[in-house]
């Protein structure tokens, strides 16, 4: 059994912060590609950002500039910046991971989501 579970969402007003944090934990051997996505209402999921093993990142344009993925492999964690929050940034934004639970075939888990609002 594996478990993401993401922190650090809330309100914020136009121009603020926030850091949004992604723990997986249970029985891990590897993670591969982690990222965020997001879902506001009556919208599709749309991914925001993701993050190879190695560190390779990729931003959806909407993001780039203002938003920061980075992990920490030793914590099994996944971390994303978000500065200069606009209210179109309002979403439940969900932890994707890609992770083996043995030696043979990756499977791809998610988190429950965690509501950012930015807000005057």
């Known amino acids: 059994q594996v478990q993401l579970v993401e922190s650090g969402g809330g309100l914020v007003q136009p121009g603020g912060s926030l850091r949004l944090s992604c723990v997986a934990s249970?029985?891990?051997?590897?993670?591969?590609?982690m990222g965020w996505y997001r879902q506001a209402p009556g919208k599709q999921r749309e991914l925001v950002a993701g993050?190879?093993?190695?560190?390779?990142?990729n931003y959806a344009d909407s993001v780039k500039g203002r938003f920061t993925i980075s992990r920490d492999n030793a914590k099994n964690t996944v971390y994303l910046q978000m500065n200069s929050l606009k209210p179109e940034d309002t979403s439940v934004y969900y932890c994707?991971?890609?992770?083996?639970?043995?030696?043979?075939?990756?499977?791809?888990?998610w988190g429950k989501g965690a509501l950012v609002t930015v807000s005057s």
């Open positions: 993050i190879t093993s190695g560190g390779s990142t």
């Open positions: 249970g029985s891990i051997v590897r993670i591969n590609a």
């Open positions: 994707n991971a890609n992770i083996y639970t043995d030696y043979v075939i990756p499977m791809n888990y």
